[in-house]
């Protein structure tokens, strides 16, 4: 059974830096992509940032510039580099891995961890 796990949330200063990491156990088959996704309470869960299994990334325009993606296809890991961040970053972080088969994306999610961007 695949798991994802992540850690490294935590309250931060607004302008402040975290980084978030997720690792997937349980992996029988190859990751294509991985990413990270965030919900706010009252809002629902948005795109955030994505890695092909080549180093491909994309990137809300929300965190362009301030976020880096990041992964290790051998660990089937997974970091989110959150640096310049705003009180509006505040959300739970959910890490995602994706396979695809014939086209059709299979998804599997962690639990989520918490970040909140206060002074």
């Known amino acids: 059974q695949v798991q994802l796990v992540e850690s490294g949330g935590g309250l931060v200063q607004p302008g402040g830096s975290l980084r978030l990491s997720c690792a997937a156990s349980g992996v029988r088959f190859v990751i294509d992509d991985m990413g990270w996704y965030r919900q706010a309470p009252g809002k629902e869960r948005e795109f955030v940032a994505t890695?092909?299994?080549?180093?491909?990334?994309n990137y809300a325009d929300s965190v362009k510039g301030r976020f880096t993606i990041s992964r290790d296809n051998a660990k089937n890991t997974v970091w989110l580099q959150m640096n310049s961040l705003k009180p509006e970053d505040t959300a739970v972080y959910y890490c995602c891995a994706v396979r695809y088969i014939l086209a059709v994306g299979y998804d599997y999610w962690g639990q989520g961890t918490q970040v909140t961007v206060s002074s």
């Open positions: 890695i092909s299994r080549g180093g491909s990334t």
